[in-house]
């Protein structure tokens, strides 16, 4: 296929793009996208720079700002998929705002079908193409697509415009506004496939499965198609079934169904399961007698849930899982998702040992839900409803559509396991409808999805016997208090099993050493309660907000709202590692007995009891030993192959042997998963730490803070703080800074300051002492971190209530600060890096609100 070139934008050639794909943000918007991979469509990438401006007012609709030929040469650039709060001019703009992009079509493809399809808008968004309206949507985490045919123009340059509003907000979470998604232009033929909807449902007893597939196909030419539909089943990139069917599709048809079935035989059946993830692909192909039309793909797992009195069964067997609540974004490629961002998240989570969680109050992506599937973590979709809010009504059309969209596109995923209709909207007194919609919405799902759960999570059902609890599955609840006594009343009150969809106690702190949560007596309140089955913490993460709440649940003035386990920038807290420790599958990993000289250790394994939470049947499982020598270098791995493990099951131990005769400094033993996720550690050290040293030091008024590196054998720090016979010590860290903040520090009067590192087996010797002194100065920011993404990089830092603003210095050469900029942007700004090719060198400074300048930050390098 002929793509033509213009000056503004370049398709190239048979569909294949010269844009990348880059960390911004792209909305959502109408209609169904396709589930599968189109094959033998051509997708054309409209990703990139896209024209921007925004529209405060309101106006850009009245001055016909979508006219095919206005001149947008005075506006702004935008990266696509993006965020426009990521750039630091717009990061708390809320409002309307435009997009613009240019692109030819040569005219070989006019008898083609053209598709213009958004993967996600934030939030209303309307579009119009070559200056004529398309269409609108309103949903901004789903997709969308309009059939722009009749509007292309061959051999001309066409412009599709955006006009995008992100002033829609739920709950806590950051309206992140833009194109938060990628953009593409699909062209078929006007007969095509649009969907496929595939059910595998095993028979336990017999080994074999039922697959129904209805295959969903379009024609839009004036005379009707009689055509052949070839259906594969492939597991492993091999063949298990292949059929033919013949169907003849209407003319100017939008939907003609056409519904296959087959038995799989025992053979071939594999069942989907969080440790066992096991994939098939159903690949459907559209003939018109021997020409190919469209070929889609998408993949599907074998497995069955079952509630069983108070259990909940996996493929005929009892599960008690843990999981996380995510908001999906961080502070540096905001809510775009690209996949590195998927991917960590997934990953983290995995090494959590978390098998099943509510996860996300808003719709995840496809690529999301791909690599749920992979790795297998069962999760709910949610209709967006929280709270007070007037789409809790059983004759609003909106939430009836969001359902209906989000079952239609995310049918085919083995993750899914049930349909939220919406987050604590039970409560009458704010949703006087709420009872008629809930139970509404919950018909309404299982007439769309018979095979899932379909529930609602409340924060009223555990103490309102009348709630509408009545109507779903299982009990899903939110806890913040009360843990054991509210899930004893839920299981009271309905007599269903119950999940805890959300718990925690109150925000933690964005410092990850004061990042810390009740998680083992949160947990111990709900454990050993057969009718509770599973919980999952609010939150995994971090994430951006300006939410006040009550005492205790005021965002600090950074914009980071610290529920998480881990940082914005996902740094681990403190509470990560007690996490891990409460939801790792066993309740405990000891080295019972160490024999260096004969080179050898047993390992104590105390499996979870029957009623705990988590307490799953473990196969596959395995111990991986890691020596450590002097020199930190792992000198040998011994991995041993676990027996299978039944909660209830008494604590046994494994002996394991290894060769190595080096010095040994540790030995780090990990429980891995059968897909290779550590799960749970526990490091035995032998000797304290080496000398640290001091790297940088900031003296001031109230605080001096001093920075350090950490060393590779110590857990926490501590500073040693003397004057004369008076010697004092910090509280210990697990940063790479200690302030010290003591009255008994006078301004002009010097201290002499020592670093001691920190493990199991003692402390180190004390660095190297540095003499300090507080002055008048005030303390610059402290730098969290920071991350490049292309061409920019992100600078995350603290904030005081009592900053004015924020300057920065940088450049491509140590201690040469080319550029110059003031902000009062807060938490994170971004710099855009003037030599892509080269390290980035910054450093930063506060002004206060009485308007003295703070100290710079040590220099920083960015590689």
Same mark, same amino acid.
């Given at each position: 296929?002929?793509?033509a070139?213009?000056?503004a934008f370049?398709?190239?050639?048979?569909?294949?793009?010269?844009f990348?794909?880059?960390l911004?943000?792209?909305?959502?918007?109408f209609?169904?996208?396709?589930?599968?991979?189109?094959?033998?469509a051509?997708?054309?990438?409209?990703?990139?720079t896209?024209?921007?401006?925004?529209?405060p007012y309101? /106006?850009g609709e009245?001055l016909? #700002?979508f006219f095919k030929?206005?001149? @947008?040469?005075?506006?702004?650039?935008?990266p696509?998929?993006?965020?426009?709060d990521?750039?630091?001019e717009?990061?708390?703009?809320?409002?309307?705002?435009?997009y613009s992009?240019?692109?030819?079509?040569?005219?070989?493809?006019? +008898?083609?079908?053209?598709?213009?399809?958004?993967q996600?808008v934030?939030?209303?968004?309307?579009? #119009?193409?070559?200056g004529?309206?398309?269409?609108e949507?309103?949903?901004?985490?789903?997709?969308?697509?309009?059939?722009?045919t009749?509007?292309?123009k061959?051999?001309?340059?066409?412009?599709?415009?955006?006009?995008v509003?992100?002033?829609?907000?739920?709950? !806590?979470?950051w309206?992140?506004?833009?194109?938060?998604?990628?953009?593409?232009?699909?062209?078929?033929d006007?007969?095509?496939?649009?969907?496929?909807?595939?059910s595998?449902?095993p028979?336990?007893?017999?080994?074999?499965?039922?697959i129904?597939?209805?295959?969903?196909?379009s024609?839009l030419?004036?005379?009707?198609?009689?055509?052949?539909i070839?259906i594969?089943?492939?597991r492993d990139g091999?063949?298990?079934v292949?059929?033919f069917?013949?169907?003849?599709?209407?003319?100017?048809?939008?939907?003609?169904?056409?519904?296959?079935?087959?038995?799989? @035989?025992?053979?071939?059946?594999?069942?989907w399961?969080?440790?066992?993830?096991?994939?098939?692909?159903?690949e459907?192909?559209?003939y018109d007698?021997?020409?190919?039309l469209?070929?889609?793909t998408d993949?599907f797992?074998?497995?069955?849930?079952?509630?069983?009195?108070?259990?909940?069964?996996?493929?005929?067997?009892?599960?008690?899982p843990?999981?996380?609540?995510?908001v999906p974004?961080?502070r540096?490629?905001g809510?775009?998702?690209?996949?590195?961002?998927?991917?960590e998240?997934?990953d983290?989570?995995?090494s959590m040992?978390i098998?099943?969680?509510?996860?996300?109050?808003?719709?995840?992506p496809?690529?999301?839900?791909d690599?749920?599937?992979?790795?297998g973590?069962?999760?709910f979709?949610?209709?967006?409803?929280w709270?007070?809010?007037n789409?809790?009504?059983?004759?609003?059309?909106?939430?009836k559509?969001?359902l209906?969209?989000?079952?239609?596109?995310?049918y085919?995923?083995?993750?899914?396991?049930?349909?939220?209709v919406g987050?604590?909207?039970?409560?009458e007194?704010?949703?006087?409808k709420a009872?008629?919609?809930?139970?509404?919405?919950?018909?309404?799902a299982?007439?769309?999805?018979?095979?899932?759960?379909?529930?609602?999570?409340s924060?009223?059902g555990?103490?309102?016997?009348?709630?509408?609890?009545?109507?779903?599955?299982?009990?899903?609840?939110n806890?913040y208090?009360?843990w054991g006594k509210?899930?004893?009343?839920?299981?009271?009150?309905h007599?269903?099993?119950?999940?805890?969809a959300?718990?925690?106690?109150e925000?933690?702190s964005?410092?990850?050493?004061?990042g810390?949560?009740?998680?083992e007596?949160?947990?111990?309140?709900?454990?050993n309660?057969?009718?509770?089955f599973?919980?999952?913490?609010?939150t995994?993460?971090?994430y951006?907000?300006?939410?006040?709440?009550?005492?205790g649940?005021?965002t600090?003035?950074?914009?980071?709202?610290?529920?998480g386990?881990?940082?914005?920038f996902?740094?681990?807290?403190?509470?990560?590692?007690?996490?891990q420790?409460?939801?790792?599958?066993?309740?405990?990993?000891?080295?019972? +007995?160490?024999?260096?000289?004969q080179?050898?250790?047993?390992i104590?394994?105390?499996?979870?009891?029957?009623?705990d939470?988590p307490?799953?049947?473990?196969?596959?499982?395995?111990?991986?030993?890691?020596i450590?020598?002097?020199q930190?270098?792992?000198?040998?791995v011994r991995?041993?192959?676990l027996?299978?493990?039944?909660?209830?099951?008494?604590?046994?131990?494994?002996?394991?042997?290894?060769?190595s005769?080096?010095?040994i400094?540790?030995?780090?033993?990990?429980?891995?998963d059968?897909?290779?996720? !550590?799960?749970?550690?526990? /490091?035995?050290?032998?000797?304290?730490?080496?000398?640290?040293?001091i790297?940088?030091?900031?003296?001031a008024?109230?605080?001096i803070?001093?920075?350090f590196?950490?060393?590779?054998?110590?857990?926490?720090?501590m500073?040693r703080?003397k004057?004369g016979?008076s010697?004092?010590?910090?509280?210990?860290?697990i940063?790479?800074?200690?302030d010290i903040?003591?009255?008994?520090l006078k301004?002009?009067?010097?201290w002499?300051?020592?670093?001691?590192a920190?493990?199991?087996?003692?402390?180190?010797?004390?660095?190297?002492?540095?003499?300090l002194?507080k002055?008048?100065?005030?303390?610059?920011p402290?730098?969290?971190?920071?991350?490049?993404?292309?061409?920019?990089?992100?600078?995350?830092?603290s904030v005081?209530p009592?900053d004015y603003?924020?300057?920065?210095?940088?450049?491509?050469q140590?201690g040469v600060?080319?550029?110059?900029f003031?902000?009062?942007?807060?938490?994170v700004?971004r710099?855009?890096?003037?030599?892509k090719?080269?390290?980035?060198?910054?450093?930063?400074?506060v002004?206060?609100?009485?308007?003295?300048?703070?100290e710079?930050t040590?220099?920083?390098?960015?590689k």
């Open positions: 296929m002929n793509i070139s213009s000056s370049h398709l190239g050639q048979s569909g294949r793009s010269i990348k794909y880059m911004c943000v792209v909305f959502t918007c209609w169904l996208l396709p589930s599968g991979r189109a094959q033998t051509e997708r054309l990438s409209l990703n990139g896209w024209s921007f401006r925004i529209d309101g /106006t009245k016909n #700002w030929d206005l001149d @947008a040469s005075n506006w702004d650039s935008m696509v998929p993006g965020n426009w990521l750039v630091n717009y990061a708390t703009y809320a409002g309307d705002a435009w992009k240019r692109f030819k079509i040569d005219k070989s493809n006019a +008898a083609q079908q053209f598709r213009l399809i958004f996600s934030y939030n209303d968004s309307k579009v #119009w193409v070559n004529q309206f398309v269409g949507n309103h949903l901004g985490f789903l997709p969308f697509q309009f059939d722009i009749r509007h292309i061959f051999d001309q340059e066409n412009r599709v415009t955006v006009l509003n992100n002033i829609f907000k739920r709950g !806590a979470l309206n992140w506004g833009g194109i938060r998604r990628p953009v593409t232009l699909e062209i078929t006007p007969a095509r496939l649009e969907f496929q909807h595939i595998a449902i028979d336990l007893k017999k080994g074999d499965a039922k129904s597939t209805k295959v969903v196909c024609n030419g004036a005379a009707p198609k009689n055509v052949r070839g594969k089943i492939k091999k063949l298990v292949e059929d069917v013949q169907a003849a599709i209407p003319a100017n048809s939008n939907r003609h169904t056409v519904n296959w079935m087959h038995s799989l @035989a025992k053979s071939k059946v594999a069942l399961h969080f440790d066992y993830p096991v994939l098939y692909e159903s459907i192909t559209l007698g021997n020409q190919l469209h070929t889609i993949r797992g074998i497995r069955k849930l079952e509630i069983d009195g108070i259990k909940i069964l996996l493929n005929g067997e009892s599960i008690r843990v999981g996380f609540n995510i974004e961080d540096f490629t809510n775009t998702l690209p996949f590195a961002r998927i991917k998240d997934v983290l989570m995995k040992g098998t099943m969680a509510r996860l996300s109050h808003v719709s995840l496809k690529e999301y839900l690599y749920l599937d992979e790795k973590i069962m999760v979709e949610e209709v967006g409803l709270g007070k809010d789409l809790v009504d059983p004759d609003h059309p909106l939430p559509e969001w209906k969209r989000i079952v239609e596109e995310k085919n995923h083995p993750c899914i396991i049930g349909w939220s987050n604590e909207i039970g409560a007194k704010n949703n006087p009872k008629a919609y809930i139970k509404g919405a919950i018909e309404m299982k007439q769309l999805d018979s095979n899932r759960f379909s529930v609602y999570v924060n009223t555990q103490n309102n016997p009348n709630d509408a609890m009545m109507f779903a599955d299982i009990s899903m609840i806890l208090g009360g509210w899930t004893d009343l839920a299981w009271t009150h007599k269903k099993p119950v999940f805890v959300e718990f925690g106690k925000l933690n964005e410092d990850p050493n004061l810390t949560v009740p998680i007596k949160m947990m111990n309140e709900m454990r309660k057969e009718y509770v599973g919980a999952s913490l609010w995994m993460n971090d951006r907000s300006k939410y006040h709440g009550n005492p649940w005021v600090p003035p950074s914009q980071n709202r610290p529920w386990i881990v940082t914005t996902r740094d681990n807290k403190r509470s990560f590692y007690a996490t420790r409460e939801y790792a599958p066993v309740k405990a990993l000891i080295f019972s +007995a160490i024999d260096l000289s080179a050898s250790t047993t104590s394994i105390e499996p979870r009891s029957k009623f939470i307490a799953n049947m473990l196969r596959g499982y395995s111990l991986r030993l890691s450590v020598g002097k930190f270098d792992t000198t040998e991995t041993i192959a027996k299978d493990i039944s909660p209830g099951d008494a604590t046994f131990g494994v002996k394991v042997d290894w060769k005769k080096v010095d400094s540790l030995l780090h033993v990990a429980l891995v059968p897909q290779g996720y !550590a799960v749970l550690h526990e /490091t035995k050290y032998f000797s304290a730490p080496s000398q640290p040293a790297r940088f030091a900031n003296t008024n109230t605080k803070r001093i920075h590196n950490h060393l590779p054998n110590a857990t926490e720090y500073i703080y004057n016979d010697v004092f010590t910090t509280a210990r860290t940063n790479q800074f200690i903040e003591d009255e008994r301004q002009g009067v010097e002499s300051f020592q670093l001691i920190l493990n199991d087996a003692g402390e180190s010797s004390p660095s190297k002492a540095w003499l002194l002055d008048e100065d005030e303390l610059p402290h730098i969290w971190g920071q991350k490049r993404i292309g061409d920019d990089v992100f600078i995350s830092y005081d009592f603003l924020y300057e920065v210095e940088y450049g491509t140590s600060y080319t550029q110059k003031a902000t009062k942007l807060v938490g700004l710099v855009q890096s003037p030599e090719e080269k390290p980035l060198y910054f450093r930063m400074r002004i206060k609100q009485w308007g003295f300048a703070s710079w040590e220099e920083c390098k960015v």
